[in-house]
């Protein structure tokens, strides 16, 4: 008895099906801008946010300008590239990451056709709820290893603005950011948000994994320097570092003094 006909047409049968499971998987569980309405909203402080130097929500500094340029440069760069994903990092800490990138993300916010999310996964030191004076109900890392889902955790400045912020210092953060299941959250996150910015405050590279650890799910970096601490030897360590695995927008020097 030869089934091999009927056989063939259910094998074929079967991996069209395959084939329409994996797809639907990726598609986003509601509408996004369903999805980002259901994001809790928030007011940020904004007097902390002038002591922590981002200038660029209420535009009453100067400094504004500069980060706008930077904005519009991203922009078109992630676009050419379809691209989503920048991580924000330096060789030695304090040079400057957690103030760009929130400025970076303000200035983003006022371009009203373009959703951005900014993730604090400095899991070691976390600062956006400082800096910027909010309460998020949920840690960031709850969401990288699955026990919170993205829509609890995320908070939302105006409509087009999501804030993921970290609770508490992070052991063995390393794990966490390169596993799995944060790699399947962050991809869902920007899909079910449709993000066309997801900017990431990062550690420092030099003397921790966790910059390493995370760069397989960001498209590209950029790397900060403080002008006056930073070694050339460091930059090009750290350059050479993350053009080997990622593409690198950029070196941004940071705290120049014109003399
Ligand atoms: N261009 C600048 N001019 C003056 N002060 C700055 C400038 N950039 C950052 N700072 C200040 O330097 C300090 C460190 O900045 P920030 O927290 O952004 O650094 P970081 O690289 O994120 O640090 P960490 O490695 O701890 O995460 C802050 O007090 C910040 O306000
Ligand atoms: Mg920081």
Request: proline share 4%; hydrophobic share 40%; net charge negative.
């Amino acid at each position: 008895m030869d089934h091999s006909p009927q056989h063939s047409e259910e094998l074929q049968y079967s991996s069209n099906d395959i084939t329409a499971l994996q797809t639907v998987t990726a598609y986003p569980a509601l509408a996004p801008e369903l999805a980002w309405e259901r994001l809790r909203a928030v007011e940020v402080d904004r007097a902390r946010l002038a002591e922590n130097r981002i200038v660029t929500l209420d535009r009453t500094h100067t400094a504004y300008a500069a980060f706008d340029m930077m904005r519009t440069r991203t922009l078109q760069t992630l676009r050419n590239n379809q691209a989503s994903t920048i991580v924000i990092t330096s060789p030695t800490p304090k040079c400057g990451k957690t103030t760009i990138t929130l400025n970076l993300a303000f200035s983003l916010s006022h371009q009203l056709d373009c959703r951005t999310v900014v993730l604090d996964l400095n899991l070691k030191t976390p600062r956006f709820e400082d800096v910027l004076g909010v309460a998020a109900p949920f840690s960031i890392d709850t969401v990288l290893s699955g026990a919170t889902p993205i829509a609890r955790a995320l908070v939302r400045v105006g409509e087009n603005l999501a804030i993921g912020t970290c609770h508490r210092s992070v052991e063995y953060s390393a794990e966490l950011l390169q596993s799995r299941e944060a790699a399947k959250v962050l991809k869902q996150m920007q899909i079910d948000l449709a993000a066309d910015v997801i900017l990431v405050d990062m550690p420092a590279m030099l003397g921790s994994d966790d910059v390493t650890a995370f760069l397989p799910n960001a498209d590209c970096a950029l790397l900060v320097a403080a002008a006056e601490d930073t070694t050339i030897p460091d930059i090009d360590a750290c350059e050479r570092h993350l053009a080997e695995r990622t593409q690198l927008m950029g070196v941004i020097l940071n705290n120049y003094r014109h003399t």
